[in-house]
């Protein structure tokens, strides 16, 4: 166990001083000591033995103190380091209206490896970042790390002036509220949930999410022009394709992100894996080409669910939005977190999105969305 913190700790240094190299520091080395653990107002951080001792008393490597990661160059103006790319996915995680910002530091020199579209592989040391905002006020901000076996992840609560935050372990807040809720700030088995569902765990940075028209800052086509992934994709921007409704793209899109990169994919770890319900996206397929041959529908339209719970529940039953079983967890809230989708973070039905995997479902004819059967009870 000490020989893997030491390592840990260790490769969070490289990071460190690959930060440095980009003008992005993990602190600022001004000495100054962090109060409370929240970093003096108007420095980049707490000092480097503040933080290194944090690090060391950390299993994760992680410190306690958001200032030590060095996203914000400046704790009080929040000027953004230099190195920390903003990004902004074409299709969002439906969070009850939470406003959300993001960045990614990948280390100088490395790139990510897409040998694999649908589950690219991240260099050591790379970090992303998610922001929450309610109401235009800081409340949390998410951490990913990869170290050198693992992801680490934490997540951080800001002060009431935002000119700090701390490493906190989850739980609800009561001076915070969110769609009429208590907001809730996720544990770390909560995290594993969904990011699970992925290889190398990140969800929303990913090929589909931004090679989708609409997608902002780093995009696939930006990867490629700065050389940071290989190898290459011959094509950086995505078209989901029609299934004869007219209205499939949207749809598509939505449940990519919300339900297929986590949980209702191919990976043997997601969460849903054996419902055999298949939600995610397959990059290779974004080519404007038909989607009826598309996972998507192929798992869904007239397909009974695969779970005891809902094994009398037909997924996608053509033209009835009503009776298919996506339409009715994805417009209801409450209950258990398997009676809705998405199943966490969410009290309230996403207003633009749900109304548009109705009118999709409402559009399909009687006997499959492009004019035959799909599917069959699994």
Known sequence: MARARVSMVALWLFGCVQAHDLDAPAHDGSGSSPADGQGSAGSGGGSDDACQAQMDAALDGLPDDFACFGLFKDMKSKDVSKGMRAYTPAELLWSDGAEKHRWIYLPKGEKIDASDPKEWVFPVGTTLFKEFKVDGKRVETRVYRKLEDHWANATYRWNDDESGAVRMRGGDLDDVELAGYPYHLPTGRECDQCHNGRRDRILGFESVALGL??????????????????????????????????????????????????????????????????????????????????????????????????????????????????????????????????????????????????????????????????????
Not at 224 to 247: H, M, N, Q, S
């Open 213 to 378: 028209p609409g997608a902002m800052g780093v995009t696939l086509a930006s990867l490629v022009e700065d050389d940071l992934i290989e190898p290459a994709p011959d094509l950086t921007e995505f078209e989901i394709g029609d299934d004869g409704t007219g209205k499939a793209a949207e749809a598509l899109g939505w449940l990519h992100i919300n339900c297929g990169v986590s949980c209702h994919n191919g990976n043997g770890d997601a969460e849903a894996y054996s419902s055999g319900l298949r939600l995610r996206l397959d990059p290779a397929e974004l080519d404007g080409r038909a989607a009826t041959e598309f996972d998507q529908l192929t798992t869904t339209v007239g397909v009974h669910a695969k779970t005891l719970r809902w094994a009398d529940q037909v997924r996608i039953d053509p033209g009835s939005p009503d009776t298919s079983l996506l339409y009715k967890l994805a417009s209801f809230r409450g209950g258990g977190k398997n009676d809705q989708m998405p199943p966490i973070a969410s009290h309230i039905i996403d207003p633009e999105h749900t109304p548009a995997i109705y009118d999709w479902i409402k559009a399909m004819d009687g006997s499959g969305s492009s004019g035959g059967q799909i599917g069959g009870v699994q």
